[in-house]
């Protein structure tokens, strides 16, 4: 009993001392705050950085249990930690992101915006077809005046040139580092080798920090007393005035007629001054004055010859002479150098459709006459007079070779084309212009030796298989399980009877006989086969204009397809 009294005691207790409580105290009402929120705070040293910098990010939010950083671009690209340090390696805009969880399991996320500049010493990742970079080039030079041929024709080009006389004497790390901001450094003839490659390695071994591309165009700061390109110390200042193209297929040859590897003369002036060496070393000869070094390459970080200071970036050794004296191809010879220094390639033809010249090689301009109308809708001009390339000689593949592309029509007599043996072959071989050949009597072995047959059919058909849907020429052409459908209104194609196109690639058939097939320019055609200078494609036509529109589409996406250098 006791037992329950004391519990019912207890209990009357608690409710009185409740109730009281509760009067007592209605009129009291406070507002408590029982839980305070966390908060997100985060820093960022800088957000406008120089390609490579490095920045420092901080988070001091409160009531935090995890904190999760994102940076897009930099390095790290994540991180736990309320503080880190992010280096940007790349330019452009990013974002840098935080997430907060709190110890109440919210989350917040707070970002900034990042903006990287570009790589000081990067050229442009993909030059534009046909076009030339803009490039930021500082000329060191002893006389402005001297170089201000050099200075237009950059500038004329689209680049900007720093020129400043003696900036960059007696090099020292801020100087070599202030170059690193240029794409390209040229060093002007109009230089005191002295105050570039001084008289010891003092200055070659600061010069050798320069990452940027150097194009060396004074022979006395070449040599090996000086910057140590050429390990001599004697220069020729009586050189040529023209090249000899050692690699014809460099690209500081890019648009250059050359004449049996020479360019011919690159100066207006006096001659080149060159090193007088017998061994270039660890250099590429690209080109001499038919005796003596005159355009040499290394690639970074390679010894120019054995014991020398290899340099931080890329150099070229261009024979100058004091002061500007090139010609028209000389100065395309410097252009080429500057873009192929800074970009590493010279910018490919744009695909385009012209206009082109075009040249129909023809016994019938009156049976021809479809095409041309074809061509000049299309905006292309043609020359066509009746017989004028028969019994081709070098003066007439001098003249083919003045136009964007050459059709071969089928109103050709293939004895004029071709000949009977391998004289006129090798004339026509010489042509380096596309070649589209719409004969098949001329394209046999005993012709232009496009293929291994001496036997035409001239009752194809008149409809393609296209072998290779994708090919440009079938650009706006509607296929139907990879056939064209009929390309032509009457007649049927003439085709050359072979079961292999050698080292062409068959574009199409028709159906059981190739009708389109190219070959890349210095192939053999087939083994044995006089390879051509210039690229080639053989069209299936019969006599006279025949073609419907779709045959229409497909002959002006070719001649385009040729024309732009594809």
């Not at 507002?31 to 910098?53: C, H, K, M, P, R």
């Not at 000869?285 to 390679?302: F, P, R, Y």
């Not at 008149?462 to 090919?471: G, Q, V």
């Amino acid at each position: 009993m006791k037992l329950k009294k004391l519990k019912f005691s207890k209990l009357y207790f608690f409710i009185l001392c409740f109730t009281a409580l509760n009067f007592s105290c209605e009129d009291d009402i406070r507002e408590v705050t029982l839980y305070d929120e966390g908060e997100t705070i985060a820093n960022v040293s800088n957000t406008q950085l120089e390609f490579g910098e490095s920045i420092n990010f901080t988070s001091s939010s409160t009531k935090a249990i995890t904190t999760d950083w994102t940076f897009e671009g930099g390095t790290p690209s994540t991180s736990i930690n309320p503080n880190v340090t992010v280096t940007y390696n790349s330019s452009g805009t990013f974002e840098a992101s935080l997430l907060i969880k709190y110890v109440d399991n919210t989350t917040e996320t707070f970002s900034f915006s990042i903006n990287v500049a570009e790589d000081p010493n990067a050229g442009p990742a993909d030059v534009p077809c046909g076009e030339y970079g803009n490039f930021d080039i500082a000329l060191v030079t002893d006389s402005v005046g001297a170089d201000q041929g050099f200075i237009t024709l950059l500038e004329e080009a689209g680049h900007t040139v720093q020129a400043v006389e003696g900036q960059y004497n007696s090099l020292t790390s801020t100087g070599a580092n202030q170059l690193n901001n240029f794409d390209l450094v040229i060093i002007s003839r109009s230089t005191n080798s002295v105050e570039i490659g001084g008289e010891d390695s003092a200055l070659a071994s600061i010069w050798a920090t320069v990452e940027t591309p150097v194009l060396n165009m004074n022979a006395y700061t070449a040599r090996s007393s000086r910057l140590q390109l050429f390990n001599s110390t004697e220069v020729d200042e009586g050189g040529g005035n023209s090249l000899d193209a050692n690699l014809p297929d460099h690209p500081v040859f890019s648009g250059i007629t050359l004449t049996d590897n020479n360019t011919g003369a690159i100066l207006t002036g006096s001659g080149l001054e060159t090193v007088i060496v017998s061994d270039i070393g660890n250099g590429t000869l690209i080109a001499s004055d038919g005796t003596k070094v005159a355009i040499v390459e290394w690639d970074a970080n390679v010894e120019f010859y054995d014991g020398a200071i290899p340099a931080a970036g890329k150099r070229m050794f261009m024979s100058s002479t004091s002061g500007y004296m090139l010609n028209d191809v000389g100065d395309a010879i410097l252009l080429n150098a500057v873009q192929y220094l800074v970009a590493g390639a010279i910018p490919e033809p744009c695909n385009t459709g012209g206009p082109f010249d075009v040249v129909l090689v023809t016994d019938s301009v009156a049976d021809d006459q479809g095409f041309i109308t074809l061509l000049e809708e299309a905006g292309h001009t043609v020359q066509a007079i009746n017989g004028q390339f028969n019994n081709l000689d070098a003066g007439g593949a001098n003249q083919l070779n003045n136009f964007d592309v050459v059709i071969i029509s089928r109103n050709t007599n293939s004895v004029n084309i071709g000949g009977d043996n391998s004289a006129l072959v090798d004339v026509w071989a010489s042509v380096s212009t596309p070649v589209l050949n719409m004969n098949a009597y001329t394209a046999r072995s005993s012709r232009l030796q496009l293929f291994n047959s001496t036997d035409v059919d001239e009752g194809s058909g008149n409809s393609l298989d296209a072998n290779l849907p994708e090919h440009p020429i079938f650009t706006d052409v509607e296929l139907t399980d990879g056939n064209t459908g009929a390309i032509l209104f009457a007649d049927g194609l003439h085709t050359v009877l072979v079961s292999d196109v050698g080292n062409g690639t068959l574009i199409a058939s028709d159906g059981t006989k190739v009708a389109i097939v190219e070959w890349e320019a210095n192939t053999e055609a087939y083994a044995g086969a006089i390879p051509a200078s210039g690229k080639r494609m053989f069209m299936s036509s019969p006599t006279g204009y025949r073609l419907n529109e779709t045959g229409n589409t497909i002959f002006i996406n070719t001649v385009e397809y040729l024309g732009a250098g594809n």
